[in-house]
């Protein structure tokens, strides 16, 4: 089974949700700055990012990384795992690309929920 590497929650309000997860984790982030903070937990990180204005320069879709809330699932060789994979054929499927925190592809589950496949 491939293992959960991350949760990503985005909010407007960072330091709120910083703080709530410090209590709940009862520790500090690993990294923290005004736009982001990121909990690491025995291989899992816990990634709190700002969300983006609808109307901002961040982009979207397939042209970039979704701006909400998701799981990611880690691979050890992405485009080998993409490749062989019928899920890459999914509506709203991101094929892989590199992006400043590495190799990543996203698609959606069958509810609409939003996972990302991330080389580790």
Known sequence: MRPLVELAFF???V???VTF???LLGGSPAHQSE???LFQLDG???LIHHREPQ???YETGAEGPP???HFAIGVKALDSAWDGSSLKNR???IAPATYPWGRSAYLRDPDGRLVEIQES
């Open 15 to 17: 330091p709120a949700l």
């Open 55 to 57: 109307d901002s320069e």
């Open 11 to 13: 909010t407007e309000d």
């Open 35 to 37: 736009q982001m903070a």
């Open 44 to 46: 899992l990180h816990i």
């Open 67 to 69: 701006n909400e809330d």
């Open 91 to 93: 509506p709203a499927a």
């Open 21 to 23: 997860y410090e209590e």
